[in-house]
Nanobody, 124 residues
Framework: QVQLVESGGGLVQAGGSLRLHCAASGRTSGTYAMGWFRQAPGKEREFVAVITRRSGNTYYADSVKGRFTISRDSAGNTVYLQMNSLKPEDTAVYSC?????????????????WGKGTLVTVSS
């Protein structure tokens, strides 16, 4: 089992920045691909970004490319999401996810582990 705990959410004005953290613990947590999703009120959960477990390659949703950056520490147990140039439409609950296969994370298909999420609110 892997446990994921997010932090770093909050209220920010449009154009501002936030950095989200996801701490992973449990069985060989450093060997998982990890990613971020978000769910806005009344909308389905959508993929935001993923970082692969070995090479550290990163992939992003088109809506956040150039503004958000996903990274992880050297042990692979903490993943970050640096969010810049935030827009009101970025307002959502952001959740961390982990799986042995990065494609499952990117496609939101049978992802193994989820965190409970952290709320990001961007005011206009």
């Amino acid at each position: 089992q892997v446990q994921l705990v997010e932090s770093g959410g909050g209220l920010v004005q449009a154009g501002g920045s936030l950095r989200l953290h996801c701490a992973a613990s449990g069985r060989t947590s450093g060997t998982y691909a990890m990613g971020w999703f978000r769910q806005a009120p009344g909308k389905e959960r959508e993929f935001v970004a993923v970082i692969t477990r070995r090479s550290g390659n990163t992939y992003y949703a088109d809506s956040v490319k150039g503004r958000f950056t996903i990274s992880r520490d050297s042990a692979g147990n903490t993943v970050y999401l640096q969010m810049n140039s935030l827009k009101p439409e970025d307002t959502a609950v952001y959740s961390c996810a982990a799986d042995t296969e990065w494609l499952r994370v990117m496609r939101n298909k049978d992802v193994a582990y989820w965190g409970k999420g952290t709320l990001v609110t961007v005011s206009s």
